[in-house]
Structure formats: C-alpha cells, structure tokens
C-alpha cells in the first residue's frame, strides 16, 4: 500500500502560478511513477501529467503542455506540479497518484487531493 499527501493548493488569479506537492510513503518500491489528475464539480477525473521516478520520462496532457510542469524532488518519492498561467478552467481537485508506468490507466494509488481554485 502507498500512501500520498498533497499539499499547496490554493486560491489564485488567473494567469498566476501555484506549486503542488506530493510526498509518497509506505511500499513505494512497488511504483515506478507518480502523477496528477484533477476532477472539476460535474466532470471526470482527468489525466493532468505524470513521471517516472527512477528513469527519464514525462507526459502531459495537451490542455496542460506548456503551461504545467512535473518535476521529481531531491527527496524520495517526492513529486511537484508547477502550474504556470493558470486558467479558470484549470480549478479542480488535484490528486496525486502513484502507478506502474506514465500511462494514465497504470495509477492505481490516490491521495485525498487539494483544491485548486483560479478566479477570473
């Protein structure tokens, strides 16, 4: 079992920026990556990025390209979003999850997410 903690969301203006956080914990050897997903009132949750932590590799998705970036942390199983330019559509719960592979449908572990809200 993984266990995953978020941290910094927040309220923010449009065009402004906001870091997250993810720290992992507990069998972290069973997972090669680490991503984010974000749920927004009345939609699904939605692949955001994802990065492998023992190699090289990253993906994102095209509403995110250019505007967010996943990075690892000096510290094991740490994982960090910047958001950049953020839009009002970009508000939502952002989850960490932990998986096998960069694919969206290889996250099998969730965190209990962290509002993000950008006002217009």
């Known amino acids: 079992q993984v266990q995953l903690v978020e941290s910094g969301g927040g309220l923010v203006q449009a065009g402004g920026s906001l870091r997250l956080s993810c720290t992992a914990s507990?069998?972290?050897?069973?997972?090669?990556?680490m991503g984010w997903f974000r749920q927004a009132p009345g939609k699904e949750r939605e692949f955001v990025a994802a990065i492998y932590l023992r190699s090289i590799g990253t993906r994102y998705s095209d509403s995110v390209k250019g505007r967010f970036v996943i990075s690892r942390g000096n510290a094991k199983d740490t994982v960090y979003l910047q958001m950049n330019n953020l839009k009002p559509e970009d508000t939502a719960v952002y989850f960490c999850a932990a998986g096998s592979t960069i694919a969206p449908s290889a996250f099998t572990s969730w965190g209990r997410g962290t509002q993000v809200t950008v006002s217009s």
């Open positions: 507990g069998r972290t050897f069973s997972s090669d990556a």
